[in-house]
């Protein structure tokens, strides 16, 4: 159950997160205490709050009377003492242990014994910062998005001593204060810090490659995946040496698992100062007269007038109506019962990438003049696709391919022979991270899935996405990687490898 309403909230710390939780709680209906040592920051978090609640108001979102009364129930306060009858105590201060770890012995000697104790860290241990405590089963953590007011997404973190009615009561709340709550066990990066890493180490990786430049990247995420920012824009958004220090995190809390492993592109990135947007240059220069670069787009190419769809072309059939709604005639034809199928245009062949490069597919099947697809969140809709062609295909093959794609209304970009593209090695490693998320406890699919969407504004969770481009596949592609680069970081998880052998999906 929620806490009633009459509950006082204090939110310690009144920077940009606490003072957008305080916002959420008291628009809720909660008498909130702001409290932080300094009286510049209330104000400022104060005077923050009341400036969202008019953008609101402007909007037509929020009326006058509920804006007043969302500022009444604001209280300032710079002494904990007099706070001492709050009934859950949420700090957002800085992500230190110890500090953090003083500050709840303070709270559990201060607050009633039935008030809950709750850490917005993002990547600090439930379980150690409440080790310290005589009553650890009162502490969790009310893991809240930034802008807190406006990201629905709120982490239900449980340390390995926290009571089940306590997760459970602020999970309730949560969903009372408007937000996507989702349960989580305490572990490194918790669901979205943790599943999220392969967004960023994976478009590192392809560049680091030199397989493509950072705008063509971002925009196969953007365009073809459906991401409401390519890596690269979101890197350069965050900061890098907020997104470095996570990934260090996460890398160094699972004790140097290799799947976390920080790129040494954005290390160097943070050496040179380049933050991103703060600092005026990351991947991209920021400034008045500063032009963004552009995504590589090939040139027009002349359209064949039919085509040959042998087999099944799997998630990518919805190409076949574009190009017969673009006047292409496509005739079909039966493929080889247990084999992916491909189009044949002119004397190219078009087959959806499985994770291995164009050149290893030639090699091991015989193949010439082979053009491998990306994958897209949508066939149907997408305005663009991502192409790589290897090594031996012949100019007048590629540009046949490329040219009656474009006639289909597709705008085509080509990224060098990299195994999996970037869209499907990305893909498959964030449905990879949230099956062993599930598998290690951390959370259910259905939560794993809510926390993309909801905290990073995925377009799909990747498990449901697995389950749309098929566990099996999914497994293979991350197979077809490991061979490739014989690192541990592609391993395929357990749950996968299980979930493909007997046909299973994430999702019944």
Not at 124 to 130: D, K, N, P, R
Not at 169 to 174: K, M
Not at 252 to 259: H, I, L, Q, V
Request: a neutral charge.
């Amino acid at each position: 159950m929620a806490l009633d309403k009459n509950v006082k909230v204090l939110v310690i710390g009144a920077g940009a997160m606490g003072a957008g939780i305080a916002h959420v709680a008291a628009l809720a209906g909660h008498p909130v205490y702001l409290y932080d040592t300094r009286t510049e920051a209330i104000d400022k978090g104060l005077g923050g709050i009341a400036q969202d609640l008019d953008f609101l108001v402007s909007k037509g979102k929020l009326d006058s009377a509920a804006r007043e009364a969302t500022m009444a129930r604001l209280t300032a306060v710079t002494d904990l003492d007099a706070a001492s009858d709050a009934g859950l105590a949420i700090e957002a201060i800085v992500e230190n242990l110890d500090i953090k770890q003083k500050l709840f012995l303070q709270l559990e000697s201060l607050l009633g014994d039935e008030a809950i104790l709750a850490s917005n860290t993002s990547s600090l241990s439930i379980t150690a910062m409440g080790a310290v405590l005589a009553r650890p089963e009162r502490l969790a953590g009310l893991h809240f998005f930034n802008p807190a007011p406006r990201m629905k997404l709120v982490e239900i973190v449980s340390g390995l001593a926290t009571d089940r009615a306590v997760a459970n009561t602020l999970y309730a709340t949560a969903k009372a204060w408007g937000k996507v709550a989702v349960h989580a066990k305490s572990t490194p990066g918790f669901i979205v810090n943790r599943v999220a890493r392969p967004f960023y180490a994976e478009a590192l990786r392809v560049l680091n490659e030199c397989a493509a430049e950072p705008a063509t990247i971002d925009a196969a995420m953007r365009e073809c995946c459906g991401f409401p920012m390519g890596p690269f824009e979101l890197m350069d958004l965050i900061g890098h040496d907020v997104n470095y220090a996570v990934t260090r995190s996460v890398f160094d809390a699972y004790f140097g698992d290799k799947r976390f492993t920080p790129s040494l592109i954005q290390q160097d990135l943070v050496l040179a100062g380049r933050l991103g947007r703060k600092s005026g240059r990351g991947f991209y220069a920021y400034g008045a007269d500063v032009a963004k670069p552009v995504a590589r787009t090939e040139a027009p190419a002349t359209a064949e007038r039919s085509v040959t769809a042998v087999g099944s072309l799997g998630v990518a059939e919805p190409l076949l109506a574009k190009l017969e709604a673009a006047g292409v005639a496509v005739t079909r034809k039966a493929g080889p019962a247990d084999a992916a199928g491909w189009l044949e245009i002119g004397r190219g062949r078009l087959m959806l990438s499985d994770g291995r490069t164009a050149a290893r597919r030639t090699a091991e099947e015989g193949l010439s003049n082979l053009v491998l697809l990306d994958l897209c969140l949508d066939y149907a809709t997408t305005p663009r696709v991502v192409l790589s062609r290897a090594d031996h295909c012949g100019l007048g093959a590629w540009h046949a391919v490329v040219g009656t794609l474009q006639q289909a209304g597709l705008t085509v970009s080509r990224i060098d022979d990299v195994a999996g593209l970037i869209g499907l090695r990305t893909v498959a490693m964030l449905a990879n991270e949230g099956a062993d998320a599930v598998l290690q406890g951390i959370g259910s699919a259905a939560d794993i899935d809510l926390a993309m969407r909801f905290g990073t504004n995925y377009p799909k969770g990747p498990l449901s996405w697995a389950d749309q481009i098929g566990v099996r596949f999914v497994a293979r592609v991350l197979h077809n990687l490991r061979e490739h680069y014989g690192e541990e970081r592609y391993r395929v998880s357990p749950l996968i490898l299980r979930k493909s052998h007997n046909g299973d999906s994430f999702h019944e």
